[in-house]
């Protein structure tokens, strides 16, 4: 199999957590040796061992037949147990990431220094970092003392749109709407989706900078907006509408140590962020103009019952992926 | 990687050609060296090379470095190569097949009796032939002189899915549904789709032994239901209709070689055979208890213009891929 063949999984991988890393990008990596398939990782959440890192880990278990007895996640610790190998361990492995390594000590130690280090055979790189000043990882493995062949640029274009959100919050907010809908495109029947779909929301929920739901949708299907399928703290809220008056039994009122905002003002979408929105036909025509990327719900049911929604909008379908029993379609707005 | 990788890699290549190896089963093959993959391939259509074989042709090309020289689709000239080869050629080879081997001779000669002469190290099994009379496979494997691994049951219900058509076409139609959507399930706007979904509708088209079509449609979009697009001669149509009054010059009247039946009784469903339905909601609603399966071209846009279709459905999503721009979903009608 190709260099393209061992991208694709480490894209696929990324994408189970693309934007459950905010505010880092979704990166995934492979590790290959003589063909072989040691290990297919993805950077899972901030601040946490990134995805190189992790796949050097799972092939050191896989090379060894044995099983690491730290935290994986913790990244000092990681690249610490990864520095006191043997430099040539993984010398006939190579290794595919979707994202130039890092080059400089953030969060985490520089993966390009790691991988300087410890003389792969060869390093695959997908799309080198296009952000000023983040880039040069690529140069720190090439000047090592027994340089891997160093290729960069394969799926580039597949790379790019995994990387988009995280280079979109850099310069203003990310915006993503969210829908459930049946597969004839009916939304609004409650709890369309199936569980896992539910938690995945929940999950964006969490890492997400604001939750934004139409002022409607509040007041018909007087929501809650936490996370409680994943365990984690809920998100502060901004309710997009002309009226302050809402009930305030309304539950998502009533959630401790949430900020809620009533607005009709989206200018704090000029902010670098991560902004989910939660809503249906009427938020789909009032954010058209700022929406960013569409993630799709779609459940396993054709339905006569629940409403269909109007809009017109051209769409770039980038991943997709089943979550439980429903399908889970990643798309882009074009001409946004 | 486990069996389950490998499997699920020879699970999506069969897929590809799901429907068009009629009235042959879509089967897919992988083929392993010490971890590596060595070829991914799937059978294609009925009366060539099976996937094992075209899997075997393959890992040869990538052991050996060469090209075979033959077609490698004409399964004897194929079965005659790899039986010259030295028997322990692939000895330190695996090899993954959806579908138990073929025990008997047909149009091909049996892979079974192929596999154990080569004197793989393993064969791994998605699933034992179900159909009386057929299995014996892996008896006949296992009976040579030097057994290799034999495994089955690797991911069996998702090879059971890939199987399902295969099974209903031997007792009665099998009905796929073929729909084309925007993704918020708006249909009928003429060419929806991508170029590469036409194309394979027009491929759907050249195999089937019928395609049953509604009056409406007849009159209304005036269609041809050739095979253009693939060069492949039309298929025999049935329109569904109480009347039997349609315009003579509707471009479908005048295709050549091709027998038109106007009719509403379906008892022609209970002959073993491959049906293609195209149409709308009206078609969708009088079909409903003979769908078997609907197959979704998935456009990436939104519409406020097309027409929305009402039906109640519950369904299993068993396969997607994108096609073109557009996303591929094949599902079954749960219930029926």
Redesign the interface.
Known sequence: ?GDR?YMQLALDEAWKYQLLTYPNPAVGAVVVK????LSIEAHQKAGTSHAEVLALLSAYETLSQTTIDFDRFDAQKAHEFLRQLPNDFFSSCSIYVTLEPCAHRGKTPSCAMLLQYLRLKAVIVGMKDPIAGHGGGVEIIRSGSNVPIVKTGVLEDACKALLEPFLLWQERAFVLFKLA??????IGGGYLSSKESLRHVHRLRSVCDRLLIGGNTVRVDRPTLDCRFVGALPPNVTIYSKSETFDSEIPLFGIEGREVTITQKLDFLDKPSFILVEGGEGMLNALQGHIDWLL?YQT??????EL??????????LH?R?IG???M?W?RQLGN
Chains 1, 2 share one sequence.
């Not at 396993?300 to 019952?305: A, D, F, G, T, V």
């Open positions: 199999m063949f003589d063909g072989a398939i809908q049946t597969t004839n495109g009916r799709i396993p049911k054709l339905s006569s019952n269909s929604y109007n809009i017109d909008m051209n769409l770039t379908f997709q089943n029993v429903d399908l379609i798309s």
